[in-house]
């Protein structure tokens, strides 16, 4: 059973970076598709950012040209850069990773932009 872990969330001003790390401590990390999703409160949780197997991305529309997705296979990290962040961007960012039958949450890391 693989676990999840967010990291590097935070406050940040507006314009600001933050790069979310999430580290995987199962197998089998390479064939997963993983993706960043984020939760407002009271609302269903987003799809921001996935990439799969292949190393094929996609991105929400809101965040393309300003986040990036990536992974460390050798680490077991999934990544997510997010660039000129926005007020409205504040959220609860999660990780997910997928894989068949197997489908992992993690925990999820608060991102606050705030002046």
């Known amino acids: 059973q693989g676990q999840l872990v967010e990291s590097g969330g935070g406050l940040v001003q507006p314009g600001g970076s933050l790069r979310l790390s999430c580290a995987y401590s199962?197998?089998?990390?390479?064939?997963?598709?993983w993706g960043w999703y984020r939760q407002y409160p009271g609302m269903q949780r987003e799809l921001v950012a996935s990439i799969d197997s292949g190393g094929s991305t996609y991105y929400a529309d809101s965040v393309k040209g300003r986040f990036s997705i990536s992974t460390d296979n050798a680490k077991k990290i999934v990544y997510l850069q997010m660039n000129s962040l926005k007020l409205e961007e504040t959220a609860f960012y999660y990780c997910h990773g997928s894989l068949t039958s197997y489908d992992y949450w993690g925990r999820g890391t608060q991102v606050t932009v705030s002046s």
């Open positions: 199962g197998s089998g990390f390479s064939v997963f598709s």
